[in-house]
């Protein structure tokens, strides 16, 4: 009786301790590999693109307007850390998973 006691007293902290150390590297493979896809999209387009309407005129039913396109850059100095953090994060995972 003593002795399973002892080993279940034993056993399940480890286990518990390696489930959580399973699941925190799962975790960082996953973000690593989003930061690998967001890199290549950031290398890829090189931006964000949008047009919306502006009015110019609102003058009683009379109303003018145009449409102007706007860009948000994505500089390729954020891909490239991106790039590299998200390689570094697939690698701890898989070695710690190892």
Do not use: W
């Not at 902290?13 to 690593?32: A, F, H, Q």
């Not at 009015?55 to 860009?71: C, F, M, Y």
């Amino acid at each position: 009786m003593r002795d399973a006691e002892y080993l279940s007293d034993s056993l399940i902290p480890t286990i518990n301790r390696i489930l959580y150390i399973e699941g925190l590297m799962k975790t960082t493979t996953v973000v690593g590999i989003l930061l690998v896809v967001l890199a290549i999209v950031g290398f890829a387009v090189g931006g964000i693109s949008f047009t919306h309407q502006k009015k110019d005129v609102d003058v009683g039913p009379i109303q003018l307007s145009h449409k102007e396109t706007s860009t948000i850059p994505i500089s390729p100095i954020l891909s490239t850390i991106s790039l590299i953090a998200g390689v570094g994060l697939v690698v701890a995972g898989v070695r710690a998973k190892a």
